[in-house]
Each structure stands twice: as structure tokens, then as C-alpha cells.
T-cell receptor
Framework: TQLLEQSPQFLSIQEGENLTVYCNSS?????LQWYRQEPGEGPVLLVTVVTGGEVKKLKRLTFQFGDARKDSSLHITAAQPGDTGLYLC????????????WGLGTSLAVNP | GAGVSQTPSNKVTEKGKYVELRCDPISGHTALYWYRQSLGQGPEFLIYFQGTGAADDSGLPNDRFFAVRPEGSVSTLKIQRTERGDSAVYLCASSSDGNPPREQFFGPGTRLTVL
């Protein structure tokens, strides 16, 4: 059973387009993190959202945590080729704070 | 060191052989995690150490997999009688102690190929 569902799984867009990646669950998370991973490297943390309804911005990236803390989204404005990579959401499950629960990831390709 | 390091970076072995994968966490980080990752997918949790003890080993797929962290720093993931299905990138991450949310700092991974 996948506790965190990410969509879409793959996304190929042109430079300058906007996109949104979704991370959904039927479970409540105490907090949720977004990571980005490039080939041959480990994931790197982008942001942590903690409060239901919270919105955080990181340059062209906007992260939102759902009011019920069951879902999150990542929106990228004017995507650039440097945004290419695997985007992963991961949640600290409210019922078990010992380990992160990971989504399967969204593989993004931004074409020049 | 500045970050999490893992050795070897690549390991090719034959089916049935024994392998050891090493992780050097960030100095002072008490929590250490092992994950397995297939191409284009998210990390699959294997085991979590808090200090020297395995706080959660529920992700280890079977008894061929074992991990140790005897001094609360370096950790070794051991795989016996390797199978082709064990081929993957094995990631190690460390984090500081305290309540979540904690940032996990990842190493570059060890790519294991079982022929």
C-alpha cells in the first residue's frame, strides 16, 4: 500500500511552461517534505511544510500543504532546463515519527 | 567529512555472493537510514538507526539483509546470497536528533548490480 501518491509520474514540458506536481494521501501527516534528486546523487531537501494550509515559496517554486495535512502540491513557474530531475514528496506520518514515508516521485524533463 | 559518504560507489557481484555496503554519516548525526531505490522511483525504506541500535528494521525485505552500526557512526549494510532482484541503488542518509521534521542528508548511493 502506497501511503503517498504522487502525480504525474512523468512530465516532459518546454522551457517557460508552468507545472504542478501533486502528492496525496488518505492519511494525516505531521509534516511533509519535498526533495529533488539528480542522476547519480541522493535526494536534496527543498522545503518542509508543517501547518495545514501553509504556502512556502522558493524562487519559482511554490509549495502548499493541504488544510487537512493529507496532501501537498509543488508548482513551478516558468520552468527551466535546470529544473529537470526527480521530485519526491515525503511525509512524517502522524502515527509514526520514526521514518519518512516516501512517494514514488515525479520525473520532470524541461526541454530547451 | 562535509557530507554523507558511501563506499563503494559501484559494486558488481555474482548471484549468490555476499556484499557489504558502507555508509559514513555526517559527524554528530545520531540518526542513520538505509534506503533502496530503483530507477526513477522514490526511496524504499530499509532500516533506521538511532545511535547504535536499530530503531526500525521493518523495511528489510528478508533475512538475507542485515545492517549494523556498532559505534553509532559508520554503518554497514550486509546482503547475503545476493539475488538479481537485489540490484538497485542503496542510499544512506543521516539526520540530527530531535523531533521531526528533520532534514535527511543523503549520500550519493552505492549502485549494486547482481549478475
Amino acid at each position: 500500500t502506497q501511503l503517498l501518491e504522487q502525480s504525474p509520474q512523468f512530465l516532459s514540458i518546454q522551457e517557460g511552461e508552468n507545472l504542478t506536481v501533486y502528492c496525496n494521501s488518505s492519511s494525516v501527516f505531521s509534516s511533509l517534505q519535498w526533495y529533488r534528486q539528480e542522476p547519480g546523487e541522493g535526494p536534496v531537501l527543498l522545503v518542509t511544510v508543517v501547518t495545514g494550509g501553509e504556502v512556502k515559496k522558493l524562487k519559482r517554486l511554490t509549495f502548499q500543504f493541504g488544510d487537512a495535512r493529507k496532501d501537498s502540491s509543488l508548482h513551478i513557474t516558468a520552468a527551466q532546463p535546470g529544473d529537470t530531475g526527480l521530485y519526491l514528496c515525503a511525509g512524517w506520518y502522524a502515527g509514526n515519527n520514526r521514518k519518512l514515508i516516501w512517494g514514488l516521485g515525479t520525473s520532470l524533463a524541461v526541454n530547451p | 567529512g562535509a557530507g554523507v559518504s558511501q563506499t563503494p560507489s559501484n559494486k558488481v557481484t555474482e548471484k549468490g555472493k555476499y556484499v557489504e555496503l558502507r555508509c559514513d554519516p555526517i559527524s554528530g548525526h545520531t540518526a542513520l537510514y538505509w534506503y533502496r531505490q530503483s530507477l526513477g522511483q522514490g526511496p524504499e525504506f530499509l532500516i533506521y538507526f538511532q545511535g547504535t541500535g536499530a530503531a526500525d528494521d521493518s523495511g528489510l525485505p528478508n533475512d538475507r539483509f542485515f545492517a549494523v552500526r556498532p559505534e553509532g557512526s559508520v554503518s554497514t549494510l550486509k546482503i547475503q546470497r545476493t539475488e538479481r532482484g537485489d540490484s538497485a541503488v542503496y542510499l544512506c542518509a543521516s539526520s540530527s536528533d530531535g523531533n521531526p521534521p528533520r532534514e535527511q542528508f543523503f549520500g550519493p548511493g552505492t549502485r549494486l548490480t547482481v549478475l
